[in-house]
């Protein structure tokens, strides 16, 4: 069983459109994140959510919009895609009371955007 | 400003070589370590993590990592490479607050 999610896996579209990635985990964490992958393999946060409640909001245009319907689950809705999105978008989870546990990431998506 | 940093940024081994990649922090405190890696085309996996105990500590695949609270570091080591330890290899600290930073990364090229 795959114990953190995403899908899609790869995604190419045009500028200008809008596209969500959608992010599962079954591992009963109660927090959830976004990173950024950047093609120098930087990786940044962008997002938080912790029993559905935004945390962390990093300085991301707010064409970036995270949705987190239970925590299992925690959607990034991006609108008017720009050519600077193109990146890895890795999906995460943890156990807000036991953070030594670590963090378990997603197979990432890699976004194309043309 | 409060960061993690990763010196080299890209490094070439022979198999059998010995290794040892840099890791250093600037958040005072208390501070969860971890080393993560990053095959080609795959997701991050842990290396090890360090939150207490033994400044010593062993994870998968041979590595082990050493806490010198003294010098904000938290170096990898493996005593002998493979080739497939090729990979990204990420350096990242969680300073008490419910985000990971992580340094720049280090690409490790090792050859047959």
């Known amino acids: 069983d795959t114990a953190v999610s995403q899908t899609p896996k790869y995604l190419v579209t045009q500028m200008g459109n809008d596209k969500s990635i959608k992010c599962e985990q079954n591992?009963?964490?109660?927090?959830m994140y976004w990173y950024k992958q950047d093609s120098k393999k930087f990786l940044k946060i962008m997002f938080s959510?912790?029993?559905?409640?935004?945390?962390i909001n990093e300085t991301v245009p707010n064409r970036f919009s995270p949705k987190s319907p239970d925590k299992a689950h925690l959607n990034l809705h991006i609108n008017s895609l720009e050519l600077g999105d193109s990146a890895v978008y890795f999906c995460a989870s943890s156990q807000f009371t036991d953070r030594n546990y670590g963090y378990t990431f997603g197979s990432g998506t890699r976004l194309t955007v043309v | 400003a409060q960061s993690v940093s990763q010196h080299n940024h890209h490094v070439i081994l022979s198999e059998a070589a010995s290794l040892e990649l840099g890791c250093n922090y600037s958040?005072?405190?208390?501070?969860?370590l971890f080393w993560y890696v990053q095959y080609p085309g795959q997701h991050l996996q842990l290396l090890l993590k360090?939150?207490?105990?033994?400044?010593l500590v062993k994870g998968i695949k041979g590595f082990e990592a050493e806490f010198i609270k003294s010098k904000f570091s938290f170096n990898l080591r493996k005593p002998s490479v493979q080739w497939s330890d090729t990979a990204e290899y990420f350096c990242a600290v969680n300073p008490n607050t419910d985000k990971l930073i992580f340094g720049t990364g280090t690409r490790l090229q090792v050859f047959p």
């Open positions: 959510y912790n029993n559905k409640e935004l945390i």
């Open positions: 958040y005072g405190g208390t501070v969860n």
């Open positions: 591992l009963g964490h109660d927090t």
């Open positions: 360090y939150f207490s105990g033994d400044p």
